[in-house]
């Protein structure tokens, strides 16, 4: 269907929803998608490992957004309702687990760093499509995925959103915007009250300023675009900057990496530690059919 001139789709009971208890451990699922396709709420019955090859996927449950690039993962833990917006397309690689393999898993949704190995693995059991207990190598597969999920590295692309409507309105504006300059004034008139209410709603519900959320949201559009294959003075256009030094300097300070460093890493499909330095902020961070 569509809303508003973008694609969305709702899982039914295919094999994103299939029931557990039917003998298998792991499934997988590949399939691409366009720039901007949503997928609507809906939860799973299995746990669900969100990656993607390539693009940048939106992920967002009740309270938070997380921001997946190819060099993160997003663990779901079973029943946890989420939407998933693509930006730019989008090669999705992702992985079921039964109830069997997540009791050892966080019962939080999380981001992860996704290392060459667990990559590898990844795109390995896609090419099993599933994995069969019953076998002793897809046993052992089984068990060394879940390994490598629990001991990864927490990924920091994550943004807690606010509750109040106001202040949710000035937040999605600025991911619908990040390249916009209005002044903050201009977006809490938009909002329907003063800038020190919507700066006080930030902090309150956010943990971090309203100044940094919407840093927070130009910078990880930034990743978005290096991940898409724009080349740096690409990226900084797209999140508002006239300056490339500027948006190099400012990207570094908040990732610990550079731009062109970040790009180098997602292009090859290695993993990059990037660091999230904002105070007070808390970490997580071929189209097939649909």
């Not at 208890?21 to 901007?36: C, E, M, N, P, T």
């Not at 190995?117 to 896609?126: A, F, G, N, P, Y």
């Not at 109040?164 to 916009?180: K, L, T």
Request: aromatic letters at 6%; hydrophobic letters at 40%.
């Amino acid at each position: 269907m569509r809303r508003h001139g973008v694609r969305t789709r709702t899982v039914g009971l295919g094999v994103a929803q299939d029931k557990t208890g039917d003998g298998f451990d792991v499934r997988s699922l590949a399939v691409s998608y366009r720039d901007g396709f949503t997928i609507g709420e809906h939860l799973h019955p299995w746990g669900q490992l969100v990656y993607g090859i390539s693009g940048v996927m939106r992920v967002s449950t009740a309270d938070t957004v997380w921001f997946v690039p190819p060099t993160c993962a997003i663990w779901l833990p079973p029943r946890r309702t989420h939407r998933i917006v693509m930006q730019g397309d989008v090669a999705l690689r992702t992985l079921y687990l039964a109830s069997g393999r997540t009791r050892d898993l966080q019962d939080e949704v999380m981001a992860l760093e996704v290392s060459p190995l667990l990559r590898e693995l990844i795109l390995h059991i896609l090419r099993l499509s599933m994995l069969d207990p019953r076998i002793a190598e897809h046993d052992k597969l089984a068990g060394v995925l879940t390994d490598l999920i629990a001991s990864a590295p927490p990924g920091n692309l994550r943004l807690p959103m606010p509750t109040d409507p106001r202040a949710c309105v000035a937040a999605q504006w600025f991911q619908a915007n990040p390249s916009e300059r209005h002044d903050l004034s201009t977006v809490a008139r938009h909002c329907g009250c003063s800038l020190r209410t919507l700066q006080r709603l930030f902090v309150r519900q956010t943990g971090i300023s309203m100044e940094a959320w919407r840093q927070k949201v130009r910078l990880i559009n930034g990743v978005g675009c290096l991940s898409g294959g724009s080349n740096v003075t690409e990226a900084a256009l797209a999140c508002g900057y006239d300056s490339t030094s500027a948006f190099i300097a400012v990207f570094k300070k908040q990732f610990g990496v550079t731009p062109g460093r970040y790009s180098g890493v997602s292009a090859g499909g290695g993993a990059v530690a990037v660091q999230d330095r904002t105070v007070g902020f808390t970490h997580e961070a071929r189209f097939a059919h649909t």
